[in-house]
């Protein structure tokens, strides 16, 4: 049996102050009518039935994702205690599937990305579970760098995958997360890098192996979760186990270890929209290079990537900024400089009268 | 008999977007709890009693005035049908308090500045009295510069008048406006520069002379004016009239050409707070040298000067601008690029959708 899972616990710093804590990204219209999630879930629901579509979400947001998502079957809905990072609520629910099917084949999607060319996403993940039923492999989607972005993972590409496939497939050679702008430049030059889109096809079997070799304490802990899952005592057991947890997201837990990672280079269009210059591609330009959206009226400002909400935005002299503007908070970001949104929410957080703004 | 004049008819478009054409910089409070023009009512007004003290002004503010200073004797209040600046509605004053009284002295005081201790102030005003009242002299107070400041007009002392003063008092030799940052640090350098303030004292009919020599024009309509006041069909002759000035300012239009005036260096702080810039004065000051009013935090930031209104500020990785956040507007500036705000409100002004803004 092929099950989905859309990961949906993120808490979206990188959008602050559109995304906050209580309202990440993944639940906001970043394109278009539609919320992230709601497209995430009809984009696979178009491929899979309902049956097979689970959410994996911290339960600060279980509320949200049950207004978000009517057609999501609720005993599909798995939820975590606590925040662990990807390796966790994966290999939580790669021990589920195993309860319903030993044969399980998963495919592991985030639910904040934007995605065009359904046609061709849904031939990539057909290829891929084709491969992964048949292979000891864990297949990620890659994606065709079209810009040297500082703020996705790269991989590289080995050794052609033997046989007629549609779609160019590779052995993983190297995973490099997050490269500094020069790093980013070369390996677009060199042509065999690909991003790492965060999609994931394998049998479940296959993967917890994996864990068993590379993150053996986590192991230990799925196996005890396995065994309480559709048991009473589950809620509270999954606290307890969750509190041992050393949590690890699963490209530095497994991918960047295992020597079983293949990599399909997918030809839909994909975007993590990981942040406010990504932003850009889905935004008004004008004629001095900003790209807007919402009132603004600017004398000779270049670069700027401005968000507006129901204010107008004026702009006299700036270049190469970020500037998002909310009901309640407006933010001011050097072009380049989003990646430190990180560090002025934990300062706020720190302070009593503005951890409100988280 | 002594007059006060206090100018009330700015548009204020410097201080946008906090003050509006609607609502200009006059009528807020930029420090403490009084509004511009309350302090400046307040300041005469404990020299002069009320009967003395008028308002000019243009039409669309007369209800605010109105609001705003409750003590002023309504018939004291003279409303300009047109913004024609300052050489005319000081004119128009002019040639109205002849009529009264041809020995009128008058004072002009702008009505939107910030002004320190009080005893000072008026001990000024009573020296630039004893001399108008005794001399062909046209009494500029000047102030002594603390900072090279670009937005103020220079005016370099010449001779100093002789007599027994309590304050220093020269022939003005040469009035500069607006110089630039280096011709501005070359006057604090020389200390033989003071900022023209922009108030006045002279005799009424000492001035109406050096109009009828440098600003024929416009005396020729000041007769006219002089004739209907007081009439029944003053309201619509002053419109008249006024359709036919050709506006200029009383610095380009008199004080620059006259061979009469006279500059007193005053021992009060004193500040046109006439920007962004120079609200700097009166807001709190991080560590960081951001200078900040309500809640604002930030990473990495410096230089910046930062007006909040009800929202949180939030900056990451900026220098140097300035941040004004209002209910409905917000703006970002270069620090040093705020006397380009006209450019943007004139921009505002023709565009349809964004005009409501101005």
């Given amino acids: 049996m092929t099950y989905a899972l859309i990961m949906c616990g993120g808490s979206g710093s990188r959008f602050w102050p559109k995304s906050r804590k209580a309202y990440p990204k993944q639940f906001l219209k970043a394109v278009g009518q539609k919320t992230m999630i709601q497209r995430t879930f009809e984009r696979i629901n178009n491929f899979l039935p309902r049956e097979n579509i689970y959410v994996v979400t911290n339960k600060i947001y279980v509320e949200i994702i049950h207004q978000q998502l009517p057609d999501l079957k609720p005993e ?6 606590l925040q662990k990072e990807t390796a ?8 589920k599937f195993m309860k ?13 990305h ?20 048949n292979n000891k492999a864990l297949i990620t989607i890659g994606v065709k760098p079209t810009r040297p972005e500082t703020a996705y993972g790269y991989i590289q590409t080995g050794k052609s995958l033997e046989g007629d496939w549609l779609i160019d497939t590779y052995k993983a050679k190297r995973f490099t997360e997050k490269p500094n702008k020069e790093k980013a430049r070369e ?20 993967l917890l192996k994996q864990y068993k070799k590379y993150l053996p304490e986590i192991y230990e802990i799925l196996k005890k979760i396995k065994d309480v899952i ?13 509190e041992k947890i050393e949590g690890i997201s699963i490209d530095y837990g497994i991918m960047e270890k295992s020597k079983d990672v293949y990599v399909m280079e997918c030809n839909f269009r994909w975007d993590d929209i990981g942040n406010w210059a990504a932003m850009q591609g889905y935004m008004d330009r004008d004629e001095s290079d900003n790209y807007t959206k919402g009132d603004f009226c600017h004398v000779d400002s270049r ?11 004026a702009a006299v002299g700036i270049n190469d900024l970020i500037i998002v ?25 720190k302070d009593k009268n503005l951890e409100k703004y988280v």
């Avoid at 966790?88 to 021990?95: L, N, P, R």
């Avoid at 390996?187 to 296959?206: H, M, P, Q, R």
């Avoid at 670069?303 to 935005?313: E, N, S």
């Fill in 76 to 81: 599909n809905l798995i939820v975590e205690p």
């Fill in 88 to 95: 966790t609520c994966i290999g939580h629910s790669a021990v």
């Fill in 100 to 112: 319903r099917d030993p044969e399980a084949v998963m495919i592991v999607l985030p639910s904040d």
């Fill in 114 to 133: 934007y995605i065009e060319d359904e046609k061709q996403f849904i031939n990539t993940l057909q290829q891929g579970l084709l491969i992964a039923e």
């Fill in 187 to 206: 390996f677009i030059e060199k042509g065999t890098y690909l991003w790492n889109s965060g999609i994931f096809i394998w049998k479940a079997s296959v």
């Fill in 230 to 242: 559709d048991t009473d005592g589950e809620e509270i057991a999954l606290e307890e186990e969750y």
């Fill in 303 to 313: 670069d700027c990537i401005v968000y507006g909400g129901k204010r107008l935005i």
């Fill in 325 to 349: 503007d909310t009901d309640d908070v407006l933010l001011v970001c050097g072009r380049e400089r989003d990646q430190d949104i990180k560090e002025l929410i934990n300062k706020l957080k």
